[in-house]
């Protein structure tokens, strides 16, 4: 058993890895639900879902085990292997697209092994290539369902939603070639380190700043192809009910819905690493007093955690909320204490308080955009999008090539 | 038998059935399925020859862009289950002749260039990004760029197609 591990430990490591991720892709999605519905319902002056558990905590899982037991009937004239197919597809596509993401730079020392956050090899050289490829056949999960269904809803919803596929990843692609060009690499941990050039400029070394036509195009095209508002037409309810997911029910439906917020949590894994320098810190990196600042949110996160869950009268409140205060607290205090543990925390912590702005941003577009009309999303797609972003890669390969021409640094 | 080795015939599987049942599926959009996994395989066995680049641009172009707009256009079309006519009178036995003289025509061919292949299966430098667009805009900028042209010509005619039979 022993050397068995010893010789495959590489094996070992990715699919325990794999394991972890996706346990822990399938929470934060699950609780993306809850902080959507609570963002939204702020943004409207309510109080969004706060029966079930404190703050309505527990309102994910009881959406889950409601997927579970719901019945799952199968409509009569569907095309049934497509129609299984569709949901399978599309969720597979999404989660796969993570296992691309690194979410730090340095490795845990574990077992006499380095391992790495991500999953992917540290010289995948395609990586932005691969998630193309990955988003590329995306479009199939929301066609086919669309198509198989049989049904004339869905079958619109599909047909708008992979012309709208197909017209933004243009413009999706053309985007990123600023960034690539600017940092001579498909690796996703060579544009981000492309970015560390300059660490005493913080915030101002990252792409954001020469890349911001390609960033807007970026991110905007990047809602379109995740289906989001204000790019949901495919899913307009008030036009086709459902969309391409109208004949899906349960567990069915419920894959759909997880691909979704996947695709969402990778988009903004890619924002964050193409434009906001991934895991490298707003600061310059002689401002070494900001390393407590994980400490300083976390302590008093988790102390109110503790008094807020005292208040209630339930198990979740009186026992979980407090335990889960007193860990976050205990790992605050633990940062403090132990400063190799807090100089190896620092990447992913950047890189994931980046990644939940852009979420929050995707949630806050949809509490107050309204929704595109057809005519002008395919304008908009064909001749604002695409066009800035053609202008945007000629720019930058005439800066770039001044600078080799003239020899500035 | 290594690791690669089952990864080759388990891709190379694949894609022959994947092709064989394209043929045999009668409705359009099982066929096109088919053809995706064909194309997704053929990347899969690009891979495995170290050719990162071709392998995802050919998920990308064939996969993502060419195959979604032959599902597209089958959905739109909203084509049905294809009526069989009778068969071609070059399906019978000819059609198996030249099947078998094709098959011993590229098997002589890849027997007689043995090394070759070998060594075009290993070109590692040669199949990285840099290399193909050094290819690309060095050695080859001329083909390159008229074969850009011709699909411009060809973008063109359909641009002309389309606006006459709006006139």
């Not at chain 1, 934060?28 to 702020?42: P, Q």
């Not at chain 1, 049989?150 to 596929?165: C, E, I």
């Not at chain 1, 005439?398 to 600078?403: P, S």
């Not at chain 2, 059935?17 to 899969?44: R, T």
């Amino acid at each position: 058993m022993r050397a068995l591990l010893a010789t495959n430990a590489e094996l070992v490591i990715t699919i325990v890895k794999i394991a972890l991720l996706l346990f822990i892709v399938l929470t934060v999605n699950a609780y993306l639900t809850w902080f959507e519905r609570k963002v939204v319902a702020h943004i409207q002056s309510r109080w969004g879902p706060h029966r079930v558990g404190p703050h309505g905590l527990l309102q994910p899982l009881a959406d889950g085990l409601k997927f579970f037991f719901k019945e799952d009937p199968t409509p009569a004239g569907v095309d049934k292997f497509v129609y299984y197919l569709a949901p399978l597809l599309a969720l597979a596509l999404a989660l796969t697209s993570i296992a691309i993401i690194p979410f730090g730079p340095d490795a845990i020392r574990l077992f006499n092994h380095d391992i790495y956050l991500g999953i992917a090899p540290l010289n995948l050289n395609i990586g932005v290539l691969a998630l193309f490829a990955i988003t590329a056949l995306g479009v199939y999960g929301v066609a086919l369902a669309g198509w198989s269904s049989n049904s004339k809803y869905p079958l619109l919803g599909g047909l708008r939603s992979s012309a709208q596929m197909i017209s933004y990843e243009l413009a999706l692609t053309m985007s990123v070639v600023g960034v690539l060009l600017m940092a001579g690499s498909f690796n996703l941990r060579d544009i981000i380190n492309a970015q560390a050039h300059h660490p005493e400029w913080g915030i101002f070394g990252w792409n954001l700043w020469p890349q911001i036509l390609g960033f807007f195009c970026f991110f905007t095209a990047a809602v379109a192809e995740t289906n989001r508002v204000p790019f949901d037409l495919p899913e307009a309810e008030s036009e086709l009910v459902a969309g391409f997911h109208t004949e899906y029910a349960s567990f069915k439906f419920a894959m759909f819905f997880i691909a979704e917020y996947t695709s969402m949590i990778t988009v903004s894994c890619l924002c964050t690493i193409m434009f906001f320098g991934g895991w490298l810190s707003p600061f310059p990196a002689s401002w070494t007093f900001t390393h407590y600042l994980p400490s300083v949110i976390l302590i008093p996160f988790g102390l109110w955690v503790i008094m807020d869950g005292l208040r209630y009268e339930t198990v979740f409140g009186r026992i979980v909320l407090p335990g889960v205060g007193t860990a976050l607290t205990a790992l605050g205090l633990a940062l403090i204490v132990l400063p190799k543990f807090n100089n190896f925390i620092q990447p992913p912590f950047w890189f994931l308080s980046k990644v939940l702005v852009f979420l929050f941003i995707y949630v806050w577009m949809r509490g107050t955009l309204p929704r595109f009309r057809y005519d002008q999303l395919m304008a908009f797609g064909w001749k604002l999008l695409l066009p800035i972003s053609i202008v945007n890669v000629v720019l930058t390969s005439f800066v770039i090539l001044a600078k080799m021409q003239w020899g500035h640094p | 038998m290594s690791t690669p080795h089952i990864v080759f015939f388990v891709l190379a599987a694949l894609a022959v059935i994947g092709a064989i049942n394209l043929i045999l599926q009668k409705h359009p959009i099982h066929s096109a399925l088919s053809l995706i996994v064909v194309m997704v395989a053929l990347a899969g066995l690009y891979l495995l020859m170290g050719a990162e680049f071709v392998a995802a641009v050919q998920i990308i172009v064939y996969g993502g862009a060419i195959m979604v707009l032959f599902v597209f256009v089958i959905m739109l079309l909203n084509a049905g289950v294809e009526e069989h006519t009778s068969l071609s009178k070059l399906a019978g036995p000819p059609g198996l002749l030249l099947v078998a003289a094709l098959a011993a025509f590229v098997a002589a061919t890849i027997a007689k260039s043995g090394a070759s292949v070998q060594a075009a299966a290993q070109t590692g430098a040669l199949s990285s990004t840099k290399g193909i667009s050094e290819m690309f805009f060095k050695d080859f900028v001329y083909p390159f760029e008229l074969t850009s042209f011709l699909i411009l010509v060809a973008i063109l005619g359909a641009v002309v197609l389309a606006q006459r039979e709006k006139n």
